[in-house]
């Protein structure tokens, strides 16, 4: 069975620094890309950042663009979002997501999620 | 960056009717566009990819048509558990962005 497990999250301060975990199982970690996506308060969906398979090749939204990383250890099966500068309009839950299959363009696996606060 | 509009923001419908979501692209997305459930305090689920194929496990109620830059989502008879948000979304070109979403409620 597959399974995404995010940690990491919780209060930090505005400017502050958070580094959010997911711990991958059930599946080879190394043939998927992978993905952060995030969810404001009340509000709709948001892709944060993607990560190929080798971790040679990433994309990010435009307004984490210089203060987020996204990473992964492929021995390790973890993917990472290291998060710097944050915002108040940072605050959401974070989940990590994986497509169906290598070659389908769907988020078939999440994680279950998990809630960073911006707030002094 | 990609737009999507999906329409009605509500839709608000009794079971065991028909549900027809629409989402539309600002421009042309092909067939990268992806459909997902998401109730209160879950994780979203994907329900169709490629405009019209099923995800795995995914009752055959659920439907996707459309390509180019309109797209159809269809619940033909809604069960007590469709009641949920529905968000569209487009794989075809970075960003990945999604929809506003369409509320299902009950009537």
């Known amino acids: 069975e597959v399974q995404l497990v995010e940690s990491g999250g919780g209060l930090v301060q505005p400017g502050g620094s958070l580094r959010l975990s997911c711990a991958a199982s059930?599946?080879?970690?190394?043939?998927?890309?992978l993905d952060w996506v995030r969810q404001a308060p009340g509000k709709g969906l948001e892709w944060v950042a993607n990560?190929?398979?080798?971790?040679?090749?990433?994309e990010y939204l435009d307004s984490v663009k210089g203060r987020f990383t996204i990473s992964r250890d492929n021995t390790k099966d973890f993917l990472y979002l290291q998060m710097d500068s944050l915002r108040a309009e940072d605050t959401a839950i974070y989940y990590c997501?994986?497509?169906?299959?290598?070659?389908?363009?769907?988020?078939?696996?999440w994680g279950q999620g998990i809630l960073v606060t911006v707030s002094s | 960056e990609i737009v999507l509009t999906q329409s009605p923001a509500t839709l608000s419908l009794s079971p065991g009717e028909r549900a027809t979501l629409s989402c539309r692209a600002s421009?042309?997305?092909?067939?990268?566009l992806a459909w997902y459930q998401q109730i209160p305090g879950q994780a979203p689920r994907l329900l169709i990819y490629?405009?019209?194929n099923r995800a795995t496990g995914i009752p055959a109620r659920f439907s996707g048509s459309g390509s180019g830059t309109d797209f159809t989502l269809t619940i033909s008879s809604l069960e007590p558990e469709d009641f949920a948000v529905y968000y569209c979304?487009?794989?075809?070109?970075?960003?990945?962005?999604f929809g506003p979403g369409t509320k299902v409620d009950i009537k």
């Open positions: 997501a994986r497509d169906m299959t290598p070659v389908t363009r769907g988020w078939g696996s």
């Open positions: 979304q487009q794989r075809n070109i970075w960003p990945i962005t």
């Open positions: 490629h405009a019209s």
């Open positions: 421009q042309n997305i092909d067939k990268y």
């Open positions: 990560i190929n398979q080798g971790g040679s090749g990433k």
């Open positions: 059930g599946f080879t970690f190394g043939s998927f890309a």
